[in-house]
C-alpha cells in the first residue's frame, strides 16, 4: 500500500465520471439498440442476452477497423468490467484475430481509448481492432 499516491500530481485525472442521462438515453452502444450500429461481424452470448458485440467500424482510419462492445451495460471504463466479462471481449479479441487470419489479415491490434481526450467519440466501454495486411508480402 502506498496511501499518499492518491496526493501525487494528476491522482484525479483517472477518477470515472458518472454517465449523464442523456448518455444514458441516447448510447447505441446499451442492450436494446443494436439497430443503431452496423451490422454485427461477432457475438459472445446468443441474441437476446449478448455480452460482447463486434461491429465494423463506421469511420476506421486503417485499412479495416472494427468495434468491439465490451458490455451491454453501460460503463465507461474497462476498469468498470466484471471478470466474466473481461473474459469474454478477450474471447471476442482471440475469435476475430482468427477470423481476420482466415481472411488474409497479417496482424491484429486490439486497443482501448477511454474518454474524449483519448480520442473515444462514445463513453461506452469498447475497444477497437485494426486488421492490416503486411506490405512485405
Known amino acids: ?5 492518491r496526493r501525487r500530481p494528476g491522482a484525479a485525472a483517472g477518477l ?6 442523456a448518455e444514458l438515453a441516447e448510447c447505441p452502444f446499451c442492450a436494446g439498440r443494436e439497430d443503431r450500429t452496423p451490422p454485427e461481424s461477432f457475438r459472445v452470448g446468443d441474441v437476446a442476452a449478448w455480452t460482447v458485440r463486434v461491429v465494423p467500424n463506421l469511420y476506421p482510419a486503417f485499412e479495416r477497423q472494427e468495434v468491439v462492445v465490451h458490455s451491454p451495460r453501460h ?3 474497462f476498469a468498470e468490467l466484471r471478470d466474466d466479462e ?5 474471447e ?3 475469435a476475430r484475430r482468427d ?3 482466415g481472411e488474409g489479415f497479417d496482424y491484429v491490434h486490439a486497443l482501448i481509448n477511454e474518454g474524449a481526450a483519448a480520442g473515444s467519440s462514445l463513453p461506452h466501454s ?3 481492432l485494426v486488421l492490416l495486411h503486411d506490405p512485405q508480402k
Open 1 to 5: 500500500m502506498a496511501p499518499n499516491r
Open 86 to 90: 473481461v473474459a469474454a471481449v478477450a
Open 92 to 94: 471476442a479479441w482471440q
Open 126 to 128: 469498447h475497444s477497437q
Open 99 to 101: 477470423a481476420a487470419r
Open 16 to 21: 470515472i465520471e458518472e454517465a449523464t442521462e
Open 75 to 77: 460503463v465507461r471504463s
